[in-house]
């Protein structure tokens, strides 16, 4: 019995440095510093991001000392993203989407952030399709992008993963205020259903409360109507 665990123990071992030697190291570490570049900016206008980590992050890309970041920070943000995608695509035009079995994890999500953050999500929703179902990407990270192609051509999404804003006139006070909802969902009887199955562990009303948003189900009509 033990020279069987034994034998099953070296087994994994052996798959496991395996699958580690035929990472490309090489373009993991340049999709991981496209990732960081991605990501952290996103984190230092993140309400939940301390003072303390923020001027963290600002010492981290070098503007510690400059006073008109914050009011630049989206210029910022739309100008790295841009960079990053040019990066990107030519990653995928030579080795193909980067998945887990070329670049590990969590390093596989990293073309995916950065796809997820522009205009050309239709243009990559079949190939995230693909490598979600051979597994070389997280089928939530599909879900997401798909629910996001689907708000941004003005349609149901079906995962309840996006939420959107607007200003509406308070007729209460006269004053436009930005109203924050989840978008309009296809199947809302049924989305926490999906998202189980999709591989989500939260429902989408406490998906909502993450975004800092109050559940409520809207049609495309309504929201529409609302001025």
Known sequence: MKKLVLFI???????????????????????????????????????????????????????????????????????????????????????????????????????????????????????????AKRGEIPFTNFAMMQDRCLTQQGKEQIYGTQGQGKYVLNKETGKNEFFSYVSPIKNPEKVNELRKKAGFTTTVEENAERMGIKYKIYSLDEIAKMK
């Not at 003072?51 to 510690?64: D, T």
């Not at 960079?83 to 670049?103: M, Q, R, T």
């Not at 796809?115 to 190939?127: D, G, N, V």
């Open 9 to 131: 123990f070296l087994i994994s071992c052996f798959s496991i440095l395996n699958a580690q030697s035929k990472i490309n190291q090489g373009l993991k570490a340049a999709l991981d510093s496209i990732m960081k570049s991605d990501q952290i900016l996103r984190e230092y206008i993140d309400s939940e991001t301390t003072e303390v980590r923020k001027k963290e992050i600002l010492k981290e890309i070098g503007r510690e000392n400059d006073a008109t970041f914050r009011n630049r920070i989206w210029l910022t943000i739309n100008t790295q993203d841009s960079i990053n995608l040019i990066k990107v695509e030519k990653i995928i035009a030579s080795y193909g989407y980067p998945g887990k079995s070329l670049v590990g994890e969590p390093t596989n999500i990293a073309a995916w952030y950065v796809i997820q953050h522009t205009s050309k999500i239709a243009k990559y929703l079949p190939l995230i399709e693909k490598e």
